[in-house]
């Protein structure tokens, strides 16, 4: 299939399930899962926790109930203008066939590992944090300049996916300069952080640190943001001085 065919059925799929969610309200079991679980969870989800894919999965189990209470419902309604079909005493047998076919479906849509952190990393850049910084940060992943850790005061680096792996946290505004200068001379033999990101209301002592190091030739200022952010960069050629 073409990519515009895919998304076709993509679109089309995606819409037959969402009408059958929409049929469930009819039934009051229907009724209660989309007023008390599926409608909040989603707008919570949508609202705050959109940037991974992931939070969304303790939807789907009432998703899904949702839907199948749609699909008896869509059924019956089918079989009513199907003229000489008589029903069964009994919808066990609707049922399992509405549980085979929903089954199959969920089977028939795959998403590249791939697909899903990028789309991912696309919520999460816009929602999470500082979304020009975050390009930043995604800009140096997708190029695969991105080596070593992150030394950051930027918290909301561990939960970009993909990126998160590099964080390193180090609360600027609360460790004094020693523990900085410890963990700077001790990456000098073991190579380990890349970067360095604090804010510009770290602690003056802080930033005198940094921008000595700047001028020494150790650090380099790879990036700033609007929002405060300094994104330092430590230079090859100095991390064994």
Known sequence: FSD???MVIQYSVS?????????????FYGRMAMILVVIPYYLLWAFFFSYDLRNVTLLLPF???????????????????????????TNIWYGILLMVALILAVISVKYDRRYLLQKEAEQARLLVGDSTLNTKL??????????GKILSGYEFL???PGVKQYYLGLHFD????????????KNRTDHEIEYIIFNENAPSEIQDFISKKE???ELK??????????MEKILEGNKTK
């Open 4 to 6: 515009h065919k895919k």
């Open 15 to 27: 819409a037959f399930f969402l009408l059958l969610a929409l049929l469930s309200v009819i039934a």
């Open 63 to 89: 998703l899904g109930l949702s839907m199948a209470i749609g699909a008896v419902i869509l059924l019956k309604y089918i079989l009513r203008w199907i003229p000489g079909l008589h029903l069964p005493k």
């Open 138 to 147: 995604y800009n140096l992943y997708y190029s695969k300049q991105l080596k």
């Open 158 to 160: 561990k939960y970009l």
């Open 174 to 185: 609360k460790e004094n300069l020693d523990s900085l200068q410890s963990i700077y001379q």
């Open 215 to 217: 001028k020494e030739g």
């Open 221 to 230: 200022l790879y990036f700033r943001s609007d929002a405060g952010w300094h």
